[in-house]
């Protein structure tokens, strides 16, 4: 569906049944350079099973129009801008990398619109090597290159898609190459500024489960875990071998944590 967000027209997946502003409602927040599509399987789950979809394409993402926000925290504003948009009162915020951090900021800064929290390929402090940074800039193809490369698992990049024919890795190079340009930089620029976590996680009093890979080398394991460390109400599901792009290499494992 598309809606209006502060003024920004926004498409949002709703997993394939209509948006029901009665029932619980889930947000889930791609990362940075991706849209809505990452979370194929999971929303139509949740929609299916009793739960209001929110799964937008952020501004200048995907289908949605405006520029890119430059900072978590006018994402994280926009976020808790959306929910109220949709007519939902409060909302279960799932985020993946970039998404992660959204949904923490705007915990922290809107805690009447957020009901509990899930955070995956998360960290404490989501810093952006100066290669990649100055390739996103340039709009080189380099900066997709280095994403794809370490956003995937070992396992992943052997194949070991469960939908026999498909491609994780030239999936994430097309959705990556569809961006318009800046758009992946400004995302990379956002998560690399962004400095908050540990104290945003303070302020943070609902139930948070994060979701981290073994042998994920963009938001490694032992950061994710300063991060749970600082969440007064935290549960952490280690997922073995798995690398940053959790939804497509382990979707059934990340729907199981979820649902826990």
């Keep these: 569906?598309?809606?209006?967000?502060?003024?920004?027209?926004?498409?949002?997946?709703?997993?394939?049944?209509?948006f029901d502003a009665a029932l619980p409602a889930v947000v889930l927040l791609h990362g940075a350079g991706f849209d809505h599509s990452v979370w194929a399987l999971h929303s139509r789950w949740f929609a299916h099973h009793g739960f209001a979809v929110?799964?937008?394409?952020?501004?200048?993402?995907?289908?949605?129009?405006?520029?890119?926000?430059t900072s978590i925290g006018e994402?994280?504003?926009?976020?808790?801008?959306?929910?109220?948009?949709?007519?939902?009162?409060?909302?279960?915020?799932?985020?993946?990398?970039?998404?992660?951090?959204?949904?923490l900021e705007t915990a922290a800064r809107h805690p009447a619109r957020v009901s509990a929290l899930a955070l995956i390929g998360t960290t404490s402090a989501m810093a952006v090597g100066p290669d990649l940074l100055k390739a996103a800039?340039?709009?080189?193809?380099?900066?997709?290159?280095?994403?794809?490369?370490?956003?995937?698992?070992?396992?992943?990049?052997?194949?070991g898609n469960l939908a026999p024919g498909l491609w994780m890795h030239g999936?994430?190079?097309?959705?990556?190459?569809?961006?318009?340009?800046?758009?992946?930089?400004?995302?990379?620029?956002?998560?690399?500024?962004?400095?908050?976590?540990?104290?945003a996680a303070a302020k943070v009093n609902v139930p948070v489960t994060l979701i981290l890979g073994e042998?994920?080398?963009?938001?490694?394991?032992?950061?994710?875990?300063?991060?749970?460390?600082?969440l007064p109400k935290a549960r952490t599901v280690v997922l073995r071998g798995a690398g940053h792009s959790m939804m497509v290499e382990r979707p059934d494992e990340v729907l199981m944590a979820l649902r826990g």
């Design 1 to 18: 569906m598309q809606i209006s967000v502060n003024g920004i027209d926004t498409f949002i997946a709703t997993g394939g049944a209509p």
């Design 54 to 69: 929110l799964a937008p394409d952020l501004p200048g993402h995907g289908r949605s129009g405006g520029a890119p926000l």
């Design 75 to 103: 994402m994280a504003d926009w976020t808790a801008a959306l929910i109220a948009a949709a007519d939902a009162t409060t909302a279960e915020l799932i985020g993946h990398s970039m998404g992660s951090l959204i949904a």
């Design 137 to 159: 800039e340039a709009d080189s193809h380099d900066a997709i290159d280095m994403m794809t490369i370490w956003g995937l698992g070992h396992a992943a990049e052997l194949g």
């Design 171 to 199: 999936g994430a190079l097309r959705v990556l190459e569809n961006n318009k340009p800046g758009v992946l930089f400004a995302d990379l620029s956002a998560c690399n500024n962004y400095h908050d976590a540990l104290q």
């Design 215 to 230: 042998r994920d080398m963009m938001t490694p394991l032992k950061h994710g875990k300063v991060l749970a460390a600082a």
